[in-house]
């Protein structure tokens, strides 16, 4: 398994158990960041290891390679000196370093390989854990934004209970009722406890009413169309019985003058 295998297993296995236990969600993001970036940091390490290990390797591919120049050499040295035995044994010497350092060579060339893979695979995850805590500001707002539409709901859910309404018009119907009686009472108690032949001699008395038909009385009268208070005939008969006068005359002045029209005749 590798280590960025165990470093996902690790981090899924932290969400899971901060997620199972219902934090508050602010606290749980940033726990879950800070635990990547913990297992990030355990993984930067393991890298540096990885490196490490190829720059020694490579190293070593470039020691193995300088000792079979070095033999080479020694073995040219005893041919020109006429050793021929010993050049033989150089030239052994020289080929186990050159084949020990294209051995090492390959490994060196699958383990840079390897290496450059989990660079690369670091750099991704710290990207990604970038990524998160960017992102976690708008995942606590949108967790807000849910538990208001949630109290929103569940509000809006309560009112459609009509029994606190109901109790409502009950205390009102209630308070209504306990303000007629006082009422009833404070009516009863002045009719208790009140003067009754005092209050049959103010029965007596003119009222409001009376008041304004006196005023319709006299605007009447003022308008002529009823007698005024000394007994006067009212404007309008009046009128009519000059009228009746007028005609009087005129028709008495007719008769004369039929008469005189007669004698002269």
């Known amino acids: 398994m ?3 295998d165990r470093l996902s297993r690790l981090i899924r296995s932290n969400i899971n158990d901060l997620i199972a236990r219902a934090e508050n969600p602010e606290k749980m993001l940033t726990q879950i960041i800070e635990d990547m970036r913990r ?6 390490q393991e890298v540096a290891v990885a490196i490490a290990d190829e720059r020694k390797l490579r190293a070593q591919v470039e020691e193995e390679r300088k000792q079979a120049r ?12 006429n050793r021929d035995d010993l050049a033989k044994q150089a030239l052994i010497r020289g080929q186990e370093h050159a084949t020990h350092a294209a051995e ?5 060339n699958q383990h840079r390989a390897e290496t450059e893979r989990l660079k690369d695979s670091l750099r991704q995850l710290n990207a990604k854990i970038e990524e998160a805590k960017r ?38 119907d209630k ?10 009472a404070a009516e009863v108690s002045a009719e208790l406890e009140g003067d009754t032949l005092e209050g049959e001699f103010l029965a007596l008395e003119p009222g409001g009413d009376a008041d304004v038909d006196d005023r319709l009385l006299a605007l009447k009268q003022q308008m002529g169309l009823l007698p005024a208070a000394d007994g ?7 009128s009519g019985d000059d009228e009746v006068h007028d005609a009087e005359i005129v028709a008495e002045e007719s008769d004369a003058l039929e008469v005189e029209e007669e004698s002269g005749t």
């Open 232 to 238: 006067g005939t009212p404007k309008a008969l009046e």
């Open 2 to 4: 590798g280590i960025f």
């Open 175 to 184: 308070i209504e009722t306990q303000e007629r009686q006082a009422l009833a």
């Open 70 to 81: 070095e033999w080479e050499k020694r073995a040219r040295l005893a041919v020109r000196e």
């Open 135 to 172: 992102k976690k500001n708008l995942l606590i707002a949108k967790q807000k934004r849910a538990q208001a539409q949630r109290r929103i709901h569940d509000t809006m859910a309560g009112m459609a209970d009509q029994s606190s309404f109901r109790a409502f018009d009950q205390m009102v």
């Open 104 to 108: 090492m060579d390959l490994q060196w």
């Open 39 to 44: 297992q990030l940091a355990e993984a930067k």
